[in-house]
């Protein structure tokens, strides 16, 4: 059937490269994607795919082949976009102020269209189910994951496993790549409130600084990686905002400090969590000072089941060639997929997006983010291909 759907992913390539230009150019921010959603849902319905919409925005469309309750896969998609002017001179540019698809959810959604139209068109040449689920909310807290999740849409029916793809441009178009195991890291929010004797910048003696307090907190925090934890694990810490002070002589009486925390084993994160609390309060009291700490606990690290992602690498090396399937490199960024991985046997995939030649090498979460679009073709093709055969 490797034919059969290669053939169609060309039929069905300049349809999606336009759907996906059209959720480019309209983007909307986490659970806020009602026009993507109504526009995903039009598209189903002309297809003829029955569909039902859960967690406000997200949409689960149901495709059955023969003998649907032998067996069922589910594919997912994430919808929603970031809080970044675009910066790319395209006929498709962002058309709404500070908002972007710059992690190439666009480029995901397209893909899993395109696996549905496939998949419609071949329902009678493949055995059981596949849901295909377009999601919301996978930039933010608490991950539209977990809502959709909570809602029963991996009930009814129960899917044995699930796939995702992400665009990738460190890989070239129409390149994928796979892990076993650990693959992304866990994200928390670290916020941090210090409140300490402000007053004059002359006379530091008369006062606590918070300033200074939030300044030894920013490097000491650092020991909590670097003499705590297994160096084999990976792990990372990064304070990313500090706020205090509106002026040159006035040593103000309160701060703010913002970060992450990243992690791939789950007992060494929750352990951590209590370090870092036990030291920001401590430290503070120390310097005479009062610390509110809160973790804002996010997403749980992905981890792909192994067997399967072996199986799937190797079907995907039967679709797209030995030479363009490689072993994904370990990440510390992280993404909401992982509650389903914690649910089923899960495996997330990378698809290269990138083109040198063109100059298509941005970065994702960056303004000047963009793929090269023959990569839809293949992405769409290798997710009606993993979905029928392993």
């Excluded at 919409?53 to 032998?70: D, H, L, R």
């Excluded at 503070?284 to 606990?297: C, K, L, R, S």
Aim: proline share 4%; charged share 20%; with cysteine.
């Amino acid at each position: 059937m490797i034919d059969e759907i290669k053939l169609l992913a060309g039929a069905f390539k300049n349809d999606m490269i336009q759907f996906r230009r059209h959720l480019h150019a309209h983007p909307e921010l986490s659970f806020r994607e009602f026009e993507t959603s109504s526009y995903i849902q039009k598209q189903l319905q002309l297809i003829g795919i029955s569909f039902t919409v859960m967690a406000t925005t997200g949409i689960v469309a149901i495709i059955e082949g023969k003998n649907p309750s032998s067996r069922v896969v589910a594919l997912r998609a994430d919808i929603d976009a970031l809080p970044i002017e675009e910066q790319n001179d395209v006929d498709y540019k962002s058309k709404n102020t500070g908002i972007m698809h710059a992690c190439g959810h666009d480029v995901h959604s397209a893909c899993l269209l395109g696996a549905v139209k496939i998949l419609h068109r071949l329902k009678d040449r493949w055995e059981g189910t596949v849901k295909c689920i377009f999601q919301p909310g996978e930039e933010k807290n608490p991950g539209g994951a977990s809502i959709m999740i909570r809602e029963g849409v991996l009930l009814n029916p129960v899917p044995q496993k699930i796939f995702a793809l992400h665009v990738h441009t460190v890989m070239e178009a129409g390149e994928f790549s796979f892990r076993g195991g650990m693959v992304m890291a866990s994200a928390d929010e670290i916020y941090i409130t210090l409140k300490a004797k402000g007053g004059h910048a002359a006379a530091p003696q008369l006062t606590a600084d918070p300033i200074l307090i939030g300044a030894y907190l920013v490097t000491g925090l650092q020991q909590i990686i670097s003499r705590n934890n297994n160096p084999f694990n990976p792990s990372v810490l990064s304070i990313t905002s500090f706020q205090g002070g509106t002026t040159t002589n006035v040593i103000p009486s309160e701060v703010k400090l913002m970060g992450t925390f990243r992690a791939m084993n789950e007992e060494w994160r929750f352990e951590a969590h209590k370090l870092i609390k036990k030291y920001v309060e401590e430290t503070a009291a120390a310097m005479g000072a009062t610390a509110e700490v809160h973790i804002d606990i996010g997403y749980p690290a992905v981890f792909n089941h192994v067997d399967l992602s072996q199986k799937a690498k190797g079907q995907a090396a039967l679709y797209a060639g030995k030479e363009k399937v490689f072993e994904t490199e370990l990440r510390m960024g992280a993404e909401d997929f992982a509650f389903y991985s914690q649910q089923i046997p899960a495996c997330f995939f990378r698809l290269g997006a990138a083109n040198k030649a063109k100059g298509i090498t941005s970065g994702v979460h960056t303004p000047t983010f963009n793929v090269d679009e023959d990569a839809i073709e293949q992405g769409m093709g290798m997710m009606a291909w993993l979905a029928v055969c392993v």
